[in-house]
């Protein structure tokens, strides 16, 4: 087994994991600014993760020479939403379970489940740690699942498969230093993958609204229109 699945180190006290108790407090309940529930619920957690996990994300994106726009960015994006435990003790195993049912050996469907707080598909983290995916045993799968439930593990590996991604479309440049335009494409990568070509996304951000290019670059530019108070928050301010 690779080393990196089994000597991660899991912070079982750190910030506490957006929950079921989270998910129906926001998805259930009417927004409240004052009581915290409602769409008020999840942007106060997504607020309070990016200011407790500022130096993290500082750090990783040092390491990886990434802008931290982009990296906080991605993390706003995915904090919140579906409770975190269920997609790595639920979610994996019955797809593991349906791979078995089915005889496939690719584990394709099972590398599919994202996650982590900044969700990422246990096949991509596994690819970012120069692991083949397909190789990964049901019980590498988990522990690997299990590692990126830890947030410094899983924004590291989040940081370096987003300077994949930028590598991917701009071969050869100062990955520490993008353009909006550069950080919309690479984000709408890391919602959407590599399968679509770069000149769409492109074009599809001056797309007329409501048209479905559009939606190619949607991801990435919201970070870019939370850029001004996304950066605040990492400069402590």
Request: charged share 20%; with cysteine.
């Amino acid at each position: 087994m690779n080393k990196s699945l089994v000597f991660c180190k899991i912070d079982q006290y750190g910030f506490p994991h957006w929950d079921g108790f989270d998910f129906l407090r926001w998805y259930t309940l009417p927004t409240n600014w004052t009581l915290s529930t409602g769409s008020a619920h999840l942007w106060l957690y997504k607020t309070a993760w990016l200011v407790h996990h500022r130096m993290m994300l500082q750090q990783s994106a040092r390491e990886a020479q990434i802008p931290v726009l982009l990296l906080a960015g991605v993390a706003v994006a995915e904090v919140g939403g579906t409770p975190e435990r269920f997609k790595s003790v639920g979610v994996l195993q019955l797809r593991q379970l349906l791979e078995a049912i089915m005889q496939r050996e690719d584990n394709q469907r099972s590398n599919a489940t994202s996650v982590g707080s900044i969700a990422i598909q246990i096949g991509v983290a596994a690819s970012t740690l120069h692991i083949r995916p397909d190789t990964l045993s049901s019980f590498e799968q988990f522990q690997l699942s299990q590692c990126l439930l830890d947030n410094r593990f899983n924004i590291n590996v989040v940081a370096f498969h987003l300077r994949d991604l930028i590598l991917y479309d701009y071969p050869g440049i100062d990955t520490s230093q993008l353009t909006d335009e550069q950080i919309i494409v690479v984000g709408s990568r890391y919602n959407r993958g590599i399968e679509r070509n770069k000149q769409d996304i492109i074009n599809s951000i001056s797309a007329q609204k409501g048209t479905p290019q559009r939606a190619y670059s949607e991801y990435g530019r919201r970070i870019i229109e939370k850029k001004a108070t996304i950066m605040k928050i990492m400069r402590g301010e």
